[in-house]
């Protein structure tokens, strides 16, 4: 970490930095880890509790994989979630391991999800860039489909001993069908076939209520036995403080601005 900060700090001055910021993958209980960046200079910014307040999200659901089968996965899911899997199956719901072509049909159900749910959209080209840069080893495009028409997908990635759930979209049609589940489990299979130890639904609300607007996102991915997982959050080195702290107001007030945009339409 001081060769990394060291070579940061050059660089910030080459290029007239004002901030350095990382979201490692450590969990927030990690002591060691914080004595070692504070001492290094470094801040931790602990108040995170929604998606708008980081980049990547600070609470998440794992699964734990480790020298696991499929069986033993499988037992360890709800239920309701193992007849969901059931059910997809039994109504004709077909899982397609796509290319970067089918990022096309992916986008599409992907505008529809956004409009649904009020959340941006990143365009398509974003996501042909990034299996240009990972696919088709680190990432995958899965598609569920139904009799011949693609109704939901999902991107997987895959790097060192995890798999991470990266994006995923839904039509409106035929949710009945339950092809949400049984795409999680195709990518969870993926993962154990991988010999991966981390199976990463990625994020959820902080906020642990019912009434939440994303609490049934927490309650799908807790379905499949996953460990409810706090991340450090953002840890973060200002070279320029006011200048950031600028910046920390404009960046707040522009997402503020975009969602009352999103609700407005």
């Not at 995170?48 to 069986?71: C, G, S």
């Amino acid at each position: 970490m001081k060769q990394l900060t060291d070579g940061a700090k050059e660089l910030a001055k080459k290029y007239k930095a004002i901030v350095l910021r990382i979201e490692p993958d450590i969990v927030s209980d990690d002591q060691e880890f914080r004595n070692v960046v504070t001492n290094l200079g470094y801040r931790i910014k602990d108040d995170a509790k929604d998606f708008k307040d980081e980049i990547q999200p600070r609470y998440v659901f794992r699964l734990d994989i480790k020298d696991k089968t499929e069986e033993e996965i499988l037992a360890g899911f709800k239920q309701k979630w193992r007849y969901n899997i059931r059910l997809a199956t039994k109504k004709g719901v077909t899982i397609k391991d796509g290319n970067k072509e089918d990022l096309k049909d992916f986008h599409k159900i992907m505008i529809e999800t956004g409009a649904r749910d009020g959340f941006i959209i990143r365009p398509l080209e974003y996501f042909e860039k990034m299996y240009d840069c990972l696919g088709p080893e680190h990432m995958k495009v899965l598609m569920a489909y139904y009799e011949g028409k693609p109704i939901s997908g999902v991107i997987p990635i895959f790097y060192g001993n995890k798999t991470w759930y990266l994006y995923g979209a839904s039509s409106n049609e035929h949710r009945n069908l339950m092809p949400n589940y049984l795409l999680q489990w195709e990518m969870i299979k993926m993962a154990i076939q991988r010999k991966d130890e981390i199976y990463d639904f990625r994020g959820v609300s902080g906020v642990v209520d019912e009434n939440h607007p994303q609490y049934g996102l927490y309650r799908f991915k807790q379905g499949f036995g996953a460990t409810f997982t706090e991340f450090i959050g953002e840890v973060y080195m200002p070279f320029k403080p006011i200048t950031y702290k600028l910046y920390r107001f404009s960046e707040k007030a522009f997402r503020t601005l975009r969602q009352i945009k999103m609700k407005l339409k």
